[in-house]
């Protein structure tokens, strides 16, 4: 006879301690990636190169980091038939030289490919590769069947968004704190308003749905609203999406804002996807092992955190 069940129980090897890093090299994969096709889609090529430089230093370096040595990272390219981790791994692996050709000449490097066929091809082949990076990590944690809050589908959508939101803030805040070209800056808020809604909208879909789908989601989406990480949930709100919008609306319509208050609500921004990022992946919680036959112990909503 049974006579317990197994409460929920956080994962711990994302978002703490050495899993840290794991949070990082998501978070610099993402804002380089964002940044970097933002830049090609509005035609600002020091953007793509900021982009480019954030999300092949950050992302590999980190990911070495959380392995500890070199050659575990060379084994996760093993498995790309059946691993999101080695496809994520392949097209990094892709990415940096393709990407490379693109933006070198814009280093000083090799500056008669410009213009060239090999230049032209290296941009058209590094869009794609930027997009599959940016998307890869919501992929990764939607595999992730043992945890309830990330197997959703939603998160596929929700990761790439945040990542369009954080690399719009790194280039604001670049653009306004270095290079301080205001006509940049209105090319930015323009599509700044339009990111954001979508991104508080896909924020409140992805909670709504997984609050539904059984009760160790629900119980996650309560320990990110009103529990444990609510705090930093909400900061996270209030930072990467409450402030930029308000901010973006006053300057628009109403009031003109100080070029560096703009940088300095892109960098909340950043903060903010950061911090979300992390709280999401904290709650994540396993789904308990209960008996089959009891239905009771399904629905009952007092297991213990452990």
């Known amino acids: 006879m049974v006579t317990m069940a197994v409460g929920y129980k956080f994962q711990t090897q994302w978002g703490r301690n050495r899993g840290i890093l794991l949070l990082?090299?998501?978070?610099?994969?993402?804002?380089?990636?964002?940044?970097?096709l933002l830049s090609i889609y509005t035609g600002y090529i020091l953007g793509a190169v900021i982009g480019y430089l954030i999300l092949v230093i950050g992302k590999p370096v980190f990911h070495i980091l959380f392995l500890g040595r070199p050659e575990r990272f060379i084994k996760a390219f093993k498995r790309p038939n059946s691993s999101w981790i080695s496809r994520g791994i392949w097209g990094l692996t892709f990415y940096i030289p393709i990407g490379g050709i693109y933006v070198a000449p814009y280093l000083g490097i090799m500056q008669w490919l410009e213009g060239t066929f090999i230049?032209?091809?290296?941009?058209?082949?590094?869009?794609?590769?930027?997009?599959?990076?940016?998307?890869?990590?919501?992929?990764?944690?939607?595999?992730?069947?043992?945890?309830?809050i990330w197997n959703n589908s939603l998160l596929a959508i929700l990761f790439p968004v945040a990542a369009l939101i954080s690399g719009l803030g790194v280039l604001i805040f670049y653009t306004a704190y270095f290079i301080r070209i205001e006509q940049f800056l209105k090319l930015f808020e323009e599509h700044e308003l339009t990111i954001?809604?979508?991104?508080?909208?896909?924020?409140?879909?992805?909670?709504?749905?997984?609050?539904?789908?059984?009760?160790?989601?629900?119980?996650?989406?309560?320990?990110?609203i009103k529990g444990r990480y609510s705090p930093i949930f909400w900061f996270s709100i209030a930072t990467a999406i409450a402030i930029p919008i308000l901010a973006n609306i006053l300057n628009r319509?109403?009031?003109?804002?100080?070029?560096?208050?703009?940088?300095?609500?892109?960098?909340?921004?950043?903060?903010?996807?950061?911090?979300?990022?992390?709280?999401?992946?904290?709650v994540g919680a396993y789904r308990p092992l209960v008996p089959l036959w009891s239905k009771e112990s399904i629905y009952d909503e007092s297991y213990k955190v452990r």
Do not use: C
């Open 119 to 148: 230049w032209s091809l290296a941009l058209w082949l590094s869009i794609p590769l930027a997009i599959f990076l940016i998307l890869y990590d919501g992929f990764l944690l939607v595999a992730s069947k043992g945890v309830a």
């Open 253 to 282: 319509y109403y009031i003109h804002i100080p070029i560096q208050v703009i940088g300095l609500v892109a960098l909340l921004e950043l903060v903010g996807d950061l911090l979300l990022k992390y709280a999401i992946l904290n």
């Open 24 to 36: 990082l090299a998501m978070y610099t994969g993402a804002m380089g990636g964002g940044a970097y």
């Open 196 to 224: 954001l809604l979508v991104g508080a909208f896909t924020i409140a879909t992805y909670l709504y749905t997984v609050n539904y789908s059984d009760t160790t989601s629900r119980y996650s989406v309560f320990q990110l």
